[in-house]
Structures are given as C-alpha cells and as structure tokens.
C-alpha cells in the first residue's frame, strides 16, 4: 500500500490544478495580450567623447608634446656613469 501512496497523492494534487480555473489577466498585468507595450528609451552612445575622455586625451597630448622636445642637457646620472671606468662605451 505505501508502494502507491506517493504516486497517488502526486496524482491527485496535480488532477486538482489541472480542473482549476486560470485567473483572469487585466490588461495592467504585463502577461496580458492587450497590455501597452513598453516605452522604448533610446540607447545613449557607448563609444560617445565624454568629458572624462576629452580630459584623458588632453593629458596625453600635452605629454607627447613635453615628449618631442629635446632635453637641454643630459641628465646628470649619465654623466656620473660616464666618470666610472669600465662603463665608457667606445
């Protein structure tokens, strides 16, 4: 007898949603055929300039042009290189 209860209480719950009535959808209720649709929003442009990227390409410019300039002097560690014996390239 307990072989078949299980399958006979699954059996019975599942016979009782089936005769059960599906409630009724209004037309507020988003699963509803005749509801509105929703407002589409236009996508902003991902790939726009915004101003944290005009800020970075500023940076980077005026790093490129301190870049181009030629520096007056050498910089005193290689002349301290220079002074040691051994490290003179020929």
Known sequence: MNRY???LVALVLLGGCV???APQLTADNPAS???PEATA???RNALGVDNLTKKTRQIF???DKQQDQPSPTPTPQLQQMDQMPGMKMP
């Open 19 to 21: 005769t059960a009535p």
């Open 5 to 7: 209860a299980l399958p």
């Open 33 to 35: 055929p005749s509801a």
């Open 41 to 43: 929003r236009p996508l």
């Open 61 to 63: 410019a005026q790093a």
